[in-house]
């Protein structure tokens, strides 16, 4: 559902990638800033916990992005969690875990993208859901 919404709002590459055993990520997306021609590469972890992901998620999430750019070229991380984050006091709050390009995404984000989501004339925005195949431009 997370990368079906990341496709729909204009990333490129959406690729579920949780059984790549070459990445931590659970679904690769690339974004393209064509004003200035920077592609952003996110590395997106999804927790469907119930109780709220707490810092050593996020600190894990920004080692395995760290230890993985050179090969994916990560630029960011988004994690996902419907149950929301603890702990983020640690890092200065959201805005200082934002700082390490990390981006937290709880229940009201996901609230707005399935309010604002629209399927597209074929049906879904992802191409074929279960690849598993990076693609990396």
């Not at 079906?4 to 070459?22: C, I, K, M, P, W």
């Not at 690769?28 to 004003?35: E, I, K, N, Q, T």
């Not at 984050?85 to 990390?102: A, L, N, Q, W």
Request: aromatic share 12%.
């Amino acid at each position: 559902m997370v990368a079906e919404f990341l496709a729909s709002r204009g990333f490129e590459d959406v690729t579920l990638v949780g059984q790549n055993h070459q990445t931590g990520a659970d679904i690769y997306a690339s974004h393209l800033v064509d004003s200035i021609g920077i592609r952003h590469r996110y590395f997106v972890e999804v927790k469907k916990w119930k109780e709220k992901v707490g810092i050593e998620v996020i600190n894990t999430v920004y080692g395995a992005m760290m230890g993985e750019k050179d090969v994916f070229g990560w630029t960011c991380a988004m994690i996902v969690s419907p149950s929301g984050f603890s702990e983020t006091k640690r890092y200065g709050g959201r805005f200082g875990i934002e700082k390490k390009g990390i981006y937290l995404k709880g229940r009201d984000d996901l609230t707005q993208w399935l309010d604002e989501y629209k399927p597209s004339n074929n049906g879904l925005w992802l191409p074929d859901p279960k690849s598993k195949e990076l693609i990396i431009r």
